[in-house]
């Protein structure tokens, strides 16, 4: 049950809210003005305002700001005639919990309610957010588990030498955090890291990104352009998607890498340049050069060193405090996560591993504002692939049914066959009506079975 509270200047639907809600269990307050609203809040507490934009005297949304300021434990639902997208932007960006157009349907008030009463259940439930020491820094690894451990002590490892190091692993590993983090490890951090995406430049550009040219070489060169190995003379350069070069740039790649240097495009002048090379795919190079795609010479002097970066679904030890760090960058002051959106997140799989992780914690922050993260905050994919939410839902559905059902002497057992009885349907659909393979898979005897598939006419 949950004290609301209806401001609205229109009494029939006062009346219509007052009527639902208490039916639904819910113990309800009326107000026709804001004002008016205002004092009864400051006489008794509610969870939930239905709040209407237009009133006389005070308007809706000055009277949310009102709210927002002195009740902040309060939940805010704004209802409105005249749903236009400058009234909902506002209205979220004051605060209120959910925005409803009139006419508003019964469905619509019943799962507003329920979603504000299960976030107040869950914001009790927080977990823990381990942090890592010292300010947030765009180019941290985070990470605690056996897995990031070997790479931190093969960044210390391979830093102090000039060789060449490949980083490989899937998209959103990190890549280059470790390429960085190596350079920065290194007698080499006071020169700069010059970072190159080879994937994302056409192979007619390429080359010139990374040699320079004179001006003439081609159309277009209208001036002497110096490439990234100059640029990162006394430095590094990360080659990104190294994969992705042409031959004739590999050719050109290779030569550097054993003599360290190269001409620009349209030049025979021989340059010299003391730059490091870290690169980094994010497929096995070894499977490019085994179908002809790339340089087996080149793929050795590039592999002096490897590093295999572990995948988020292997090391999900570490999500906690990535979530905690990607929060404390996301928005200041401490926020929290709800039990439930923290094991949402830990059962998800992530494919596309920290930077996915990152962007369902940025969106999920965006969403909550300052508020705790809950399972309905984070993407709608990452909740369902996990399977969390499903008792969310259950619950609501619930408590829908029981709404509809009433006090009857057979409330349980109707309702009870609502859940069975599709349950029963569907596993028999799954095992091609076998019987035995369905009990057994339900864990109930076939007689069991047999006499339920009677009771529901299956």
């Known amino acids: 049950m949950a004290k609301i509270l209806v401001i609205d200047d229109e009494e029939s639907v006062c009346w219509a ?171 080499r951090k006071n020169g700069r890291f010059v970072a190159v995406a080879c994937g994302a430049l056409p192979e007619t550009l390429l080359e010139s990104e990374l040699f320079g040219h004179v001006r003439g070489a081609f159309t277009g060169a209208v001036s002497d352009r110096p490439g990234k190995f100059q640029k990162a003379d006394g430095g590094t350069l990360f080659l990104d998607e190294v994969g992705a070069m042409s031959l004739s740039a590999q050719v050109r790649l290779l030569r550097f890498l054993q003599e360290h240097e190269f001409e620009r495009i349209g030049s025979t002048e021989t340059l010299t340049v003391d730059t490091r090379v870290i690169a980094a795919s994010n497929e096995p190079l070894l499977s490019k050069v085994e179908a002809g795609e790339f340089r087996e010479d080149l793929y050795y002097r590039l592999n002096v060193v490897q590093m295999e970066l572990p995948v988020l679904r292997e090391r999900k030890e570490d999500i906690a405090l990535l979530v905690g760090y990607f929060l404390s960058q996301a928005s200041p002051g401490e926020r929290a996560v709800s039990t439930a959106a923290m094991d949402a997140l830990k059962a998800y799989d992530w494919p596309g591993n920290v930077r996915e992780l990152r962007n369902a914690v940025e969106h999920a922050s965006a969403l909550s504002r300052s508020g705790p993260i809950l399972p309905a905050h984070l993407p709608e994919h990452v909740v369902e692939a996990s399977g969390a939410g499903i008792s969310d839902r259950v619950g609501h559905l619930a408590r829908e049914a029981l709404g509809e059902a009433g006090a009857y002497e057979k409330a349980h057992e109707e309702l009870m066959a609502l859940w069975e009885k599709p349950l029963l349907r569907h596993a028999l659909q799954m095992h091609g009506g076998n019987q035995v393979a369905t009990a057994a898979f339900l864990g109930i005897s076939r007689s069991t079975l047999r006499k339920k598939i009677a009771q529901y006419g299956i």
């Open 17 to 187: 809210f007052e009527k639902f809600l208490k039916s639904e269990g819910h113990e309800v307050a009326t107000a026709a003005t804001a004002e008016e609203g205002l004092g009864l809040l400051g006489e008794r507490e509610a969870e939930i305002v239905f709040l209407d934009v237009r009133l006389p005297g005070m308007d809706g949304l000055r009277a949310l700001e009102k709210i927002r300021q002195n009740h902040p434990n309060t939940c805010v639902v704004v209802i409105t005639a005249h749903g236009t997208m400058d009234t909902a932007i506002e209205a979220v960006q004051r605060g209120a919990f959910d925005y409803l157009t009139k006419p508003v349907e019964l469905a619509q008030i019943r799962d507003a309610v329920s979603r504000i009463v299960e976030s107040r259940e869950h914001a009790g439930e927080v977990a823990e957010l381990p942090r890592e020491s010292g300010p947030p820094r765009a180019d941290l690894l985070v990470g605690k588990s056996p897995a990031m451990q070997e790479v931190y002590k093969k960044i210390g490892a391979v830093a102090p030498t000039d060789a060449s190091v490949l980083i490989e692993g899937e998209s959103g590993t990190g890549k280059e955090l470790v390429a960085r983090a190596i350079h920065h490890a290194s007698d």
